[in-house]
C-alpha cells in the first residue's frame, strides 16, 4: 500500500459538474445551484467532517457532524437525482464513512495526522515489494530478541512433548515485559498527541515536524509492540490445542506481506 | 410510475408490504394470510404452483417441489453437499459454478426459483392494489431484505432474482436493521439495540445505535446457515432413531434415499439424483409431524408427535414430547447463536449491560428456548411487540418509501458483513475494507507488474476474515488489461473497490503514471453475468403469463444500451482529443446532450422515448463514428505499410 509514492495533484477549487461555479475545496454543495458536489481528490478527514486537526478530538461533535453529513450525501436520498448527483453521493457518502472511521479510532487518526502533514506512513514496504522486511525499531531491539530466543525455545520444547501448563506459564512471563513496554507508549502516544494540540496552532513548521516525528517513531514502536503481542498470542492458541503445530507454521517476528498479485504471462 | 413495495424474501415463508399514509403494513391473501411460503412446484401437466399450494405439494409430489431455495442463493456446489443430501430435487454445478436445480425435466438457477416466489408477491400485492380501487396497480419496484450476514455474491444473486422477477430493485437491505426500522417507527427514541433475528435458514445478530433518527449499524454478526430448518433436521434426525428402536428398517430406507449424493466432478456426473416418491413422501410427512410439534411446544409443555400410517410405516406413529425434551435436543443449535453475538459485542466495543434493547426476530424466536437464551445474554427481556414474522418486510417496506419519497427522518446506515480482500502472493489475503465498515464504502489498492512489458495483471477479489485465500469466499477473478508496457514494477495500477449502499461491489482501475482507466472484465465466481439475468428474465416472461409491453421495453433498453455503451467507447478513445479536431462547432456538445438524454430516458419506462432517443443518438453520433473510422482505417493501413517494410 503505497499511494503516498504517486504524486496527487492538490486541488484548490471544485467545479460544479451542474453549473460549472467554483467551489472551495471544503465545500460539499455548490455555493452557487445548491448541487451536491463531485468529490475530487480530497485528503484531509479533518477538514472534511468539519472538526480542528486536533489529536485530543470532541468525540460527540465529531459523531455529530458524521450523521449531519450522512443526512446530507446519503444514496438513499438521490435515487431520484440525476446519475451526476448520484454518483457524487455515493462518493462523498464513501468517503465521509471512510473519513469518519479513521477519525474515531485514536491511532488511525494519527496516522492520517502524519499522512497530511506530509510524514510518509509509518510503516512503509519497499516500493517494488520484493521482499521488504519492516526492520526492528532500535529501542525494542533488546526485547525482541529475547522474545525470539524464548519462543524458540518454548517451540522445541512444544514439539518435544512438554507439559502445555508449563508452556503456558512460560508464555505469560515471556509476554509481561512486552505488555509493560505497550502501557509505556500508549501514555507517551496519548501525551505527544496533546502536546501536539496545544503546540501546533503556534508552532514553526520545524517545531510541528519534530513533535510529528516523535509520534511517528512511538507509533511505529507500537505497532511492532502489537504484533509481538500477537504472535505470543498465537504461540498461546496453538499450546492451548495440546498438539505440536508442526514446524510449518512456526512465525517470523519480521515477517511482512507484500501486496502483489501473481504476475501474468506477457500480454 | 408503477407501486413500490417492501419484500421479505425468506427461507420458508416470503411476505410483501406496502406504506399506506405513512403507516407500513403486511399485504394479506383473502384469507388474512401474510405468508407466502418459498415454495414452487411444477406440476407433470406444466403448471406451476407458489406458495401455499406448493407447500401442500411437497407431500404430494416432492420431486416436483423446490423449498428452502434461499440456501443455495450465490453458492456453489461444492458448498452444498451436506444439504443436499436431504433434498428431494436434484442439485447440479460445476464447481465454481452457479447451481442449477433440476426438477420435473427442467433446469433453474436459484434465482430463478426464487423470481417464482417474487412474481407470486408482485402478483399479491397487485391484485391488493387492484381491490383498492387504485388505477395504477402495477408493482415495478422493491426494497428487498438479505441476512445480514450474506456475502456479496449471494446479494448479488437475490437483486438477480428481483430482475428475473421483473422488478426494479431499488435496494437490498439487511433483514434486522429492517426490524428496526419497523420498530424505530412507534419508538423514535434514542439508544443502543441488539437484533436477534433466527429465521427459517439464518441467523444474524446486529448492533445499532439509534440517534437523532439516523440508526447506525455497529457491527453485525451471524450464522447463514442456522435457523428453523436446522431445528427441524434436529428433530427428524431424532425421529430416525426412535422409528428404528420401533422396529422400522430405517438403515435400509436411508440408504435407498441417499442413492444421491453430490460428487463434484465433471459437469455430468454432479447431477445429484432423486431418491423414490414415496420415500421422498414420507420423508416430507415425518418434517411435517416434527414441525407441528415443534410449533405446539411454543406454548404447550407436552405434544404429541402423529405420523399417519403410509406403504412405508403401515402402522402409523405416535409420540409423546415434552418441552423440556424438545429444549434438549436443540439446545446445542441454539448455543450456536451466542459465539457470533459475543463476536458483535466485541466489534462494536460494547458489554451486554450496554445494550438497551434487544428485539427478536424470525419465526424461530418464538421457542421459549431461544427467548431465555436472549433474555440471559443481555440481562434483559427481549422486545417482541410486533411479530417477528412480519417485521422485516414492514422494514423493507419504510425503506422503500424513504427511498422513493425522499423522507429524510430517518437514515439507515448499514455496515458490510465480511472483510474484503485481494490474494496476493502466497496465496495470503490483503484486506483492503474491513468487516463492519459503514457502506457506502470504498478502498484502493496499488498494484505493479512482475516482469518487463508485462501489459496485464490478474487479480481475484475474496471476502471473509481468515487469511489464506483458500479460506475465504471467492467473489470474482478479473484481469487489468491494456496496461502500458514498461519495465516490472514501474506501473502503478490503482484498483478501487466501491461497496455500494446495497453491499454489493464494483471495481475500477487506473495506471497512474498514464492515466490510462484498464478494463476490467469481472467474472462473477458463483454469480450470473447481466447477458444470464436478462435472458432469464426473458424467459420469465415466456413461462409467466407474457407481459408484451414490459419485454418491448426491455428490448428498447437493451437496445438503447448498446449506442449509448458505443458512443461512450467513441469518446473515451485515448486519440479522442485528435478527433475532437474535425467534428462540427457544437457537434461533441450535441452529442453530449443527446446522449444524456437517451440516458435519462433509459431509467425511465417510455418505450417510445427511449426509442425515439436512441434514434436521434445514432443520428447524432454519425460524423462521429465516420471520423474515427477514417481515423482507424488510416492507422491499420501505416499499420500494414511499417511491417510490409
Redesign the interface.
Known amino acids: 500500500?503505497?499511494?503516498n509514492?504517486?504524486p496527487v495533484r492538490s486541488v484548490s477549487m471544485l467545479e460544479c459538474r451542474n453549473c460549472g461555479a467554483g467551489a472551495p475545496v471544503d465545500e460539499h454543495f455548490c455555493p452557487s445551484c445548491s448541487r451536491i458536489l463531485a468529490l475530487g481528490r480530497h485528503g484531509d478527514y479533518f477538514s472534511f467532517l468539519g472538526v480542528p486537526r486536533r489529536l485530543n478530538l470532541d468525540v460527540q461533535q465529531l459523531?455529530r457532524n458524521f450523521?449531519e453529513l450522512?443526512?446530507k450525501f446519503?444514496?438513499?436520498?438521490y435515487?431520484?437525482a440525476?446519475?451526476q448527483e448520484r454518483l457524487a453521493s455515493?462518493?462523498r457518502?464513501?468517503?465521509l464513512?471512510?473519513a469518519?472511521?479513521a477519525l474515531k479510532n485514536p491511532v488511525t487518526r494519527i496516522e492520517h495526522l502524519l499522512a497530511i502533514e506530509g510524514l510518509p506512513p509509518a510503516k512503509a514496504e519497499h516500493?517494488?515489494?520484493?521482499g521488504a522486511t519492516a526492520t526492528v525499531p532500535p529501542a525494542l531491539l533488546e526485547e525482541v530478541f529475547a522474545l525470539n530466543e524464548e519462543l524458540d525455545e518454548i517451540r522445541d520444547a512444544r514439539e518435544s512433548g512438554a507439559d502445555p501448563e508449563r508452556l503456558r506459564a512460560r508464555l505469560d512471563a515471556a509476554r509481561a515485559p512486552i505488555d509493560r513496554k505497550r502501557e509505556q507508549h500508549e501514555a507517551q502516544v496519548a501525551s505527544l498527541s496533546t502536546r501536539w494540540d496545544e503546540e501546533s496552532p503556534a508552532a514553526t513548521p520545524d517545531r510541528r515536524r519534530a513533535i510529528l516525528e516523535e509520534l511517528r517513531a512511538v507509533l511505529l514502536e507500537r505497532n511492532y509492540i502489537n504484533n509481538l503481542i500477537a504472535t505470543i498470542d498465537r504461540e498461546v492458541a496453538s499450546t492451548g490445542s495440546g498438539q505440536a503445530a508442526g514446524s510449518g507454521n512456526a512465525e517470523r517476528l519480521d515477517e511482512s506481506?507484500?501486496?502483489?498479485?501473481?504476475?501474468?504471462?506477457?500480454? | 410510475m408503477g407501486k413500490v413495495v417492501g419484500i421479505d424474501l425468506g427461507t420458508t415463508n416470503s411476505l410483501v408490504a406496502y406504506v399506506r399514509d405513512g403507516v407500513p403494513v403486511v399485504i394479506r391473501d383473502a384469507a388474512g394470510d401474510p405468508l407466502v411460503p418459498s415454495v414452487v412446484s411444477f406440476a407433470a401437466d406444466g403448471q406451476i404452483f407458489v406458495g401455499r399450494e406448493a407447500q401442500r405439494r411437497l407431500l404430494t409430489e416432492p420431486s416436483r417441489t423446490v423449498y428452502s431455495v434461499k440456501r443455495f442463493m450465490g453458492r456453489g456446489i461444492e458448498d452444498i453437499a451436506n444439504d443436499a443430501s436431504h433434498l428431494p430435487f436434484t442439485v447440479a454445478g460445476d464447481p465454481g459454478g452457479a447451481i442449477r436445480i433440476g426438477v420435473s425435466g427442467r433446469e433453474f438457477t436459484p434465482p430463478e426459483i426464487s423470481a417464482f416466489v417474487l412474481r407470486e408477491l408482485k402478483r399479491r400485492a397487485e391484485e391488493h392494489f387492484r381491490d383498492q380501487g387504485e388505477f395504477d396497480f402495477e408493482v415495478d419496484r422493491a426494497v428487498i431484505t438479505v441476512p445480514a450476514y450474506f456475502n456479496d455474491a449471494q446479494r448479488k444473486a437475490t437483486r438477480d432474482a428481483g430482475k428475473i422477477a421483473g422488478l426494479e430493485v431499488l435496494r437490498i437491505i439487511n433483514e434486522p436493521t429492517a426490524a428496526s426500522l419497523a420498530y424505530g417507527l412507534d419508538k423514535r427514541n434514542r439508544g443502543t439495540v441488539a437484533v436477534y433475528d433466527l429465521g427459517g435458514g439464518t441467523f444474524d445478530i446486529s448492533i445499532l445505535r439509534i440517534e437523532d433518527g439516523v440508526f447506525e449499524v455497529l457491527s453485525t454478526n451471524g450464522d447463514t446457515r442456522l435457523g428453523g430448518d436446522d431445528i427441524d433436521d434436529v428433530l427428524v434426525q431424532f425421529m430416525w432413531r426412535e422409528l428404528q428402536r420401533a422396529g422400522l428398517d430405517v438403515q435400509a430406507l436411508l440408504a435407498a434415499m441417499r442413492e444421491f449424493r453430490v460428487t463434484p466432478k465433471t459437469t455430468s456426473a454432479n447431477v445429484v439424483q432423486a431418491a423414490p416418491e414415496r420415500l421422498l413422501s414420507f420423508s416430507a410427512s415425518l418434517t411435517k409431524a416434527v414441525i407441528q410439534a415443534k410449533w405446539d411446544l411454543s406454548d404447550q409443555d407436552e405434544t404429541e408427535i402423529r405420523i399417519e400410517a403410509s406403504e412405508v410405516l403401515p402402522a402409523g406413529y405416535r409420540r409423546r414430547m415434552t418441552r423440556s425434551e424438545f429444549e434438549s435436543l436443540i439446545h446445542p443449535l441454539v448455543d450456536r447463536t451466542l459465539e457470533p453475538v459475543r463476536q458483535a459485542l466485541a466489534d462494536a466495543s460494547l458489554l451486554p449491560k450496554d445494550i438497551d434493547e434487544a428485539v427478536l426476530v424470525g419465526g424461530s424466536t418464538r421457542i421459549p428456548l431461544v427467548r431465555r437464551q436472549v433474555e440471559g445474554l443481555f440481562g434483559r427481556r427481549p422486545h417482541s411487540d410486533l411479530n417477528p414474522d412480519e417485521v422485516v418486510a414492514l422494514g423493507a417496506a419504510v425503506q422503500a418509501d424513504i427511498l422513493v419519497s425522499g423522507r429524510r427522518e430517518m437514515l439507515l446506515l448499514d455496515v458490510t458483513p465480511l472483510s474484503l480482500g485481494i490474494e496476493t502472493m502466497g496465496g495470503v489475503v490483503s484486506k483492503i475494507i474491513l468487516r463492519n465498515s459503514t457502506i457506502p464504502a470504498s478502498g484502493r489498492e496499488m498494484f505493479t507488474t512482475g516482469v518487463d512489458n508485462q501489459t496485464s495483471v490478474d487479480v481475484h477479489v475474496l471476502q471473509g476474515e481468515r487469511e489464506l485465500a483458500a479460506d475465504c469466499r471467492s467473489l470474482a477473478r478479473f484481469k487489468l488489461r491494456g496496461i502500458p508496457p514498461m519495465p516490472a514494477g514501474l506501473p502503478r495500477i490503482e484498483v478501487r473497490f466501491q461497496i455500494d449502499a446495497d453491499g454489493i461491489l464494483t471495481v475500477s482501475a487506473t495506471e497512474l503514471r498514464t492515466g490510462i482507466e484498464q478494463q476490467i472484465e469481472v467474472k462473477p465466481s458463483y454469480g450470473l453475468t447481466d447477458q444470464e439475468v436478462e435472458r432469464m428474465l426473458l424467459e420469465g416472461f415466456e413461462h409467466a403469463e407474457a407481459d408484451f409491453d414490459t419485454r418491448l421495453l426491455i428490448e428498447a433498453r437493451n437496445e438503447a444500451d448498446q449506442v449509448v455503451t458505443a458512443t461512450e467507447k467513441h469518446l473515451r478513445r485515448t486519440d479522442f482529443g485528435d478527433i475532437e479536431q474535425q467534428l462540427l462547432p457544437g457537434e461533441l456538445q450535441r452529442i453530449d446532450e443527446t446522449l444524456q438524454a437517451l440516458k435519462d430516458a433509459i431509467s425511465g419506462s417510455d418505450r417510445e422515448l427511449i426509442q425515439q432517443r436512441t434514434h436521434a443518438l445514432n443520428h447524432a453520433t454519425q460524423h462521429l463514428a465516420e471520423v474515427t473510422m477514417n481515423r482507424s482505417i488510416r492507422e491499420a493501413l501505416t499499420g500494414r505499410n511499417v511491417k510490409e517494410m
Open positions: 500500500m503505497t499511494p509514492q504517486i459523531e450523521r450522512s443526512r446519503h444514496p438513499d436520498y435515487y431520484n440525476t446519475s455515493l462518493e457518502s464513501s468517503y464513512n471512510d469518519y472511521r516500493p517494488s515489494g520484493s506481506v507484500v501486496r502483489r498479485p501473481t504476475p501474468d504471462a506477457h500480454g
